[in-house]
């Protein structure tokens, strides 16, 4: 089957091209043939779909006042975007379209190609952020705070709360790009809406969204797995190798939203090198831990962005101490990146805003190193208590702060198991959530698109011998017979969109007590 994927950047900048580019993996392992639509980057990887791909487009570098206000032109409508996705799907002829982050920088214009209304081809949307409930992407309004206000489906919130970049300039273009979006219907030709995580279903749903949506969470492939298990440092909590020192881990991009001042105000606190102010109104609701963590913990930060001189000022405010406990350790990727998380005693998600269901936590388990995760967004869906990790309040620097005392004392983790197991679950519920996301596709759409949800089933990533054309009649004929009590056996290992992979605890123990740290 040829699948054309498409995302803004064609290299790998964050979560959803790490989704993105292990999606084009895992379709060529089955293979399926993939082409690509993106933009143009001197960090892309190279393709022989580049020669479609639109102009670079900057809207926050350090460019002239009147480039800012040509390409922001683009930014709501590209015809550049329409006409070169119209050549690429004349040459490759897609049986499907799989949209990533498009916003911006190629805009939805790309579905008004006349091609997709002479061959109406499934389009299959993931939504990495918020952008189809909120013109700021996060749902936190300029405030700071967590936000529902354009639930409701009038944008003009994000220009009152100064939404996007604290500029009501910035905010009212993405105001008018979400309003424009709407009056054009242009996620009416989305056929089906790929949610990362249950609490994003939940939003998208609650936001006008579900008749289309479906779970799914975010995957590893084999190769990334393969690395996981690779890097996994097994004997961390023996402290095997003398001298070792034990250590927290954030890897990520330095940005408020992620709370990275909060996990070092709070790491600092836990380490005695801050007074009690150190995290803020919230150290209210201390639970009253008054130990300290031992001398040899450290907090490693992986990683750049915006924050980065602000972590700077806090590590010097708090003296000689603290710079040799915390370690910005800048960029870092592939193995290097990949050893830091294996050897990691805890792997800290400290963000405070509702994140969807963040890579860095699934390379962390994948490497077998638990997670210390706030209680927000799809976070927590990662999270099995005392088993895969901890959880603590979001943005509460003193309650992250406890969580880490207790991880380093042992207290609540005595025995934690990890593993990733790539098999579906909840077989019983998967086929109504797949009929009620389909039920108003047109039968042509609906078989198409059957062909691909089918591949994503993970017992066919796992083995694809598994696809047959009787298997796959069966899987369609189940959709559109609308079976009132459908069979899980009948259906095993051809659910759509299941989740490919997924935590759960087993046998395989890491002991943690005391003694060990």
Same mark, same amino acid.
């Given at each position: 089957?040829?699948?054309?994927?498409?995302?803004?950047?064609?290299?790998?900048?964050?979560?959803?091209?790490?989704?993105?580019?292990?999606?084009?993996?895992?379709?060529?392992?089955?293979?399926?043939?993939?082409?690509?639509?993106?933009?143009?980057?001197?960090?892309?990887?190279?393709?022989?779909?580049?020669?479609?791909?639109?102009?670079?487009?900057?809207?926050?570098?350090?460019?002239?006042?009147?480039?800012? !206000?040509?390409?922001?032109?683009?930014?709501?409508?590209?015809?550049?975007?329409?006409?070169?996705?119209?050549?690429?799907?004349?040459?490759?002829?897609?049986?499907?379209?799989?949209?990533?982050?498009?916003?911006?920088?190629?805009?939805?214009?790309?579905?008004?190609?006349?091609?997709?209304?002479?061959?109406?081809?499934?389009?299959?949307?993931?939504?990495?952020?918020?952008?189809?409930?909120?013109?700021?992407?996060?749902?936190?309004? %300029?405030?700071?705070?967590?936000?529902?206000?354009?639930?409701?489906?009038?944008?003009?919130?994000?220009?009152?709360?100064?939404?996007?970049?604290?500029?009501?300039?910035?905010?009212?273009?993405?105001?008018?790009?979400?309003?424009?979006?709407?009056?054009?219907?242009?996620?009416?030709?989305?056929?089906?809406?790929?949610?990362?995580?249950?609490?994003?279903?939940?939003?998208?749903?609650?936001?006008?969204?579900?008749?289309?949506?479906?779970?799914?969470?975010?995957?590893?492939?084999?190769?990334?797995?393969?690395?996981?298990?690779? !890097?996994?440092?097994?004997?961390?909590?023996?402290?095997?190798?003398?001298?070792?020192?034990?250590?927290?881990?954030?890897?990520?991009?330095?940005?408020?939203?992620?709370?990275?001042?909060?996990? !070092?105000?709070?790491?600092?606190?836990?380490?005695?090198?801050?007074?009690?102010?150190?995290?803020?109104?919230?150290?209210?609701?201390?639970?009253?831990?008054?130990?300290?963590?031992?001398?040899?913990?450290?907090?490693?930060?992986?990683?750049?962005?915006?924050?980065?001189?602000?972590?700077?000022?806090?590590?010097?405010?708090?003296?000689?101490?603290?710079?040799?406990?915390?370690?910005?350790?800048?960029?870092?990727?592939?193995?290097?990146?990949?050893?830091?998380?294996?050897?990691?005693?805890?792997?800290?998600?400290?963000?405070?805003?509702?994140?969807?269901?963040?890579?860095?936590?699934?390379?962390?388990?994948?490497?077998?190193?638990?997670?210390?995760?706030?209680?927000?967004?799809?976070?927590?869906?990662? !999270?099995?208590?005392?088993?895969?990790?901890?959880?603590?309040?979001?943005?509460?620097?003193?309650?992250?702060?406890?969580?880490?005392?207790?991880?380093?004392?042992?207290?609540?983790?005595?025995?934690? %198991?990890?593993?990733?197991?790539?098999?579906?679950?909840?077989?019983?519920?998967?086929?109504?959530?797949?009929?009620?996301?389909?039920?108003?596709?047109?039968?042509?759409?609906?078989?198409?698109?059957?062909?691909?949800?089918?591949?994503?089933?993970?017992?066919?990533?796992?083995?694809?011998?598994?696809?047959?054309?009787?298997?796959?009649?069966?899987?369609?004929?189940?959709?559109?017979?609308?079976?009132?009590?459908?069979?899980?056996?009948?259906?095993?290992?051809?659910?759509?969109?299941?989740?490919?992979?997924?935590?759960?605890?087993?046998?395989?123990?890491?002991?943690?007590?005391?003694?060990?740290?």
């Amino acid at each position: 089957m040829r699948i054309l994927l498409v995302n803004k950047y064609f290299y790998r900048k964050g979560g959803a091209e790490t989704y993105f580019f292990a999606l084009a993996e895992g379709l060529r392992a089955l293979g399926h043939e993939v082409a690509f639509f993106s933009m143009k980057h001197s960090n892309n990887e190279p393709s022989y779909w580049s020669k479609y791909f639109v102009s670079e487009k900057d809207y926050v570098g350090d460019i002239s006042a009147f480039k800012k !206000v040509q390409e922001a032109s683009t930014l709501i409508y590209s015809f550049e975007a329409k006409r070169k996705f119209e050549a690429l799907l004349e040459e490759f002829k897609p049986d499907v379209i799989h949209m990533n982050n498009v916003h911006r920088q190629l805009t939805l214009s790309i579905l008004d190609a006349p091609y997709l209304k002479r061959h109406h081809v499934p389009v299959v949307y993931t939504a990495h952020d918020y952008i189809l409930l909120c013109p700021a992407y996060t749902m936190v309004n %300029g405030r700071g705070e967590v936000c529902d206000a354009c639930l409701d489906r009038h944008f003009m919130h994000a220009t009152k709360n100064v939404c996007v970049k604290g500029s009501r300039a910035k905010s009212a273009l993405a105001t008018m790009e979400a309003e424009f979006l709407k009056f054009h219907h242009s996620y009416g030709m989305i056929d089906l809406i790929i949610a990362p995580s249950k609490f994003m279903k939940s939003k998208l749903d609650e936001g006008g969204f579900a008749d289309k949506t479906i779970a799914m969470q975010n995957f590893l492939t084999d190769s990334q797995m393969t690395m996981g298990a690779h !890097v996994a440092n097994t004997h961390k909590f023996e402290d095997a190798q003398a001298g070792a020192r034990p250590y927290f881990l954030f890897f990520g991009r330095l940005s408020k939203e992620k709370g990275i001042l909060t996990l !070092v105000k709070a790491f600092l606190r836990a380490a005695g090198l801050a007074d009690g102010n150190a995290g803020g109104a919230d150290d209210t609701r201390d639970a009253g831990n008054a130990g300290m963590l031992p001398d040899t913990w450290d907090l490693h930060i992986v990683g750049d962005g915006p924050e980065r001189e602000s972590i700077e000022r806090l590590i010097t405010s708090a003296g000689s101490q603290a710079a040799s406990h915390i370690h910005l350790l800048g960029y870092k990727s592939g193995e290097d990146l990949q050893r830091e998380v294996g050897n990691a005693r805890f792997t800290v998600l400290s963000s405070e805003w509702r994140e969807n269901m963040p890579y860095s936590g699934l390379e962390s388990l994948a490497a077998q190193t638990p997670i210390i995760g706030a209680r927000i967004g799809g976070i927590p869906e990662l !999270v099995e208590e005392a088993k895969t990790g901890f959880t603590f309040e979001s943005g509460n620097a003193a309650d992250l702060s406890n969580s880490m005392l207790n991880c380093s004392a042992g207290g609540w983790c005595r025995f934690v %198991g990890l593993v990733i197991d790539s098999i579906t679950t909840n077989h019983a519920t998967r086929p109504s959530l797949r009929r009620r996301s389909m039920m108003l596709m047109p039968n042509s759409v609906l078989i198409r698109l059957s062909r691909y949800q089918t591949m994503y089933s993970s017992s066919m990533l796992m083995n694809p011998s598994m696809v047959t054309p009787a298997k796959l009649r069966l899987w369609k004929n189940s959709c559109l017979r609308r079976p009132k009590n459908p069979s899980a056996a009948a259906l095993s290992g051809l659910h759509p969109f299941a989740l490919i992979e997924r935590v759960r605890s087993c046998s395989l123990q890491m002991r943690i007590h005391s003694g060990h740290l």
